[in-house]
């Protein structure tokens, strides 16, 4: 299990998130042209171990508590790697961070990553096991997927905006965590979902 190092990241992980959010075709954001950007509030999540122990894995759920509405949650997969990942869109690095501990991170958007998207696609078969997402060797029970064995090769779809919602009864490949909102009021929803053929 993946060991967490109490220690800082410059920059931090929500501000990396912050300057590279409004850029994703899937930001909601604020009304009209006059968008100050996000104000983001780390609101759940949780990890998975990279088999080879290089990538760190972590599924992120953010809230920008400066939509236009109400708060918008959006989930951000993440990978952390000790050097820059090869054959990847320029647009798949969200950014690099220094990390107190581990040096240089470069942390990628985790839908590009091939070990984030693999080790997603093994929780989803029953093979991955979630993981707190800030306590070291803590399996987090809160994180529930729905109906097991999934093709090797099937395809995955992460819901990058969520919404609070139970999956139907007998529905399955469903990948369901909880966050939190501003208020204080703790909802559930869909984070992945195996896509039909």
Known sequence: ??????????PTKLELITGWLPKQSWYVGAAGTSDPGPDLVKAGGFR??????????????????????????YLVPLGYRGAALEGVSDEALIGAS???VLGTRWVYDGAHDPVVLAQLSALLRGEATPQHQSLSDTLDPTVTVYGTGVDQGAD?????VLRASEPEQGASGRLVAGWTRPDGTAVRGELAVVAPR
């Open 156 to 160: 995955v779809r992460i819901n990058r």
């Open 48 to 73: 998975l171990d990279d088999p080879d122990g290089e990538v760190g894995i972590e599924f992120m759920v953010v809230v920008d508590v400066a939509a236009a509405q109400e708060p918008v949650a």
């Open 1 to 10: 299990m993946a060991a967490i190092h109490r220690t800082t990241m410059t």
């Open 98 to 100: 220094e990390h107190g």
